[in-house]
């Protein structure tokens, strides 16, 4: 007898709600890193800053198991507060972009006309900058780098992708029934936004924010990397610039930090190709 | 030599380009200017918010730039250079000015070199640093994602999706690294960082860490383009008529599923020049980044903003040529 799941079925028919192998790794390795961020630095009994000077630069070992670095602070102590300060950026970042990014998306895509113009201006402007060159650019020219900081420097070409597509998707559901008929009853175009249209344009969004926070992950190691993060040592790109400073010298420093960002970008690339094949199995084709 | 088969190149480019446009509709000539005008706009808003960056940022620019404490006279003089002691509309005329006449503005605050001959120094090292990457980025990608595609759900499909997955989540800072250990450290073949950066040799792992993520974006484009196009209406016809599986492949899905990611790859070329930041910072080489990293460095104002308008700039052309061309060649597109 044949399995359910290996019968061919009609397309139109509504699939049984199965996320594909790849989303669950995904799902998993983004849980252990929320895991790690919240109780990591709870169950570990060093500060993250706390130096053990007869061990410095050494290698994983009972008492510091992911090694040290050139001062005697234990990598993995690091690791995870660095983490619980990379959940707590991403989530700013990805949340402040969603949601200006919507906000401005329906709305340009709802009212139109000079609104719209105006909104595809600035977009087209931002987009004519490669992403990393602008972040680079505002982080480099503020006197004393901080979170606030690159949560800017972050933030002001990462809203473009949230309004793209809630443009997008508000084009598309703008002119469907249910959308007219509500207009028709005399709904305003506050309430037309929020209650009918944003519900039903969510799940690309989703996806997008999945995107999101992978691209924030990368963007603040490269930019830890330059120097131009804020000033705390273990943040994850700060963690990989002092890994390639003393590569030759302690290999785990560069290895540990690295493996553990590749995962994490990992795991949401997972996770968001998974919500798109389940979301919106026709949804456009992006890298 | 080379320098006349650039030439021969570029005219016959051109020609092919001119003929392009001169055979067009007028509707898609009408696309095509304004597509030019919104290029333009984006290269003057990019112009602004550049000119504009020194004064967004809260605070005063100077303090900002020197640190509260420097000495007056310092700042005085880099107020005076960066002429920010002349109105706003002065300072942008000015700049506007700097760019026309091809100096991009002196470096402040020593005024000795103009910030353009700096940036015509070094850029020859990033252009060939980004086509080298995207050399080895494009034929990967289009063996990877063929591949995958022809495979489609079957393990090797799998194989090669997860090590375009790998590819685009591996952070190029660390990839780097990487590469410098395995080929210079265990195995000695390849010059280390900072070592032949003028010759071939010394391009190999620089591009191989800026093309990854490139590589990896497109493998996955040409997999689900592939796909996409192998299920077709004309693919069927041609399986059909009993055409063999090589011939449908390469001559009738191919041409059509290549087209998108040709077009992606062009654009990310920009793209590519931004992130030659990093690289050129792994690989201590010469090159745009390394003049940018340097002007902040410095809190060289000029040099920094300079950098990001060429680096936008040439993003921006770059963009505007391959739509040219694609609307050019493609006769389907109908705007």
Redesign the interface.
Known sequence: MKSASSTPRPHHRLRVPHLGLGAWIGAALCLLFILVALVGPLLLKRAPTAQDLDHLLEGPSRTHLLGTDENGCDLLTQICYGARLLSGLAAAVVVLCLVVGVLVGTLAGYLGGWLDEVTM??I??L????????N???A????RAGLGVLIFALAVNGWVGYARVARAQTLRVREMEYVVAARALGVGPLRLVTRHILPNILSPILIQATFGA?GVV?VE??LS????GPPIPYTWGAL??Q??NY?WRA?HL?VV??VA???L??GC??LG?GLRDYLDPRGG??? | MARSLRDTLVVAWTIRLIDGLLSTTWRLRRYLLRRLA?SL???C??AV??FL??HI?P?DPV???L?EDARPQDKQELRQCLDLDQPLPVQFGRFVYSIFDGTLGYSCPDRKTTVASRVRKVMPATIALAMSAMMVALPLALLLGIGAALRANTRWDALLTAIA??G???????LG??LL?LFYVIVPILPGPGEDTAKLRGLVLPSIMLGTHLM???A??TR??MI?TLSEDYIRTARAKGLPQWKVVYKHALRNALL?VIT?AGMQF??L???A??TE??FARPGLGTL??EG??QRD?RV?QGC?LV??GM??AVNLLVDVLYAATDPRIRV
């Open positions: 201006r600035i087209d402007i987009l004519a900058f490669p992403g990393i060159l602008l680079i650019a505002v480099a020219l503020v006197p992978a990368l190691a490269s990397f330059l120097g131009l990989l610039l890994g390639t590569f290999r560069l930090p690295g960002i590749a995962l970008v990992l690339n997972l190709d084709r992006r890298g | 919104s706009l984006s290269v808003g990019v918010l550049v960056f020194l940022i605070g303090d900002n730039l640190g997955l790998l685009i989540s591996l952070p190029s800072m660390w690294p990487m250990y990896a974006m497109l996955r484009m689900s383009s996409e998108p992606v920009g793209a020049l931004a992130g930041v990093v910072k792994v940018l990293l902040i460095a104002y920094v990001t680096i936008a993003y921006v």
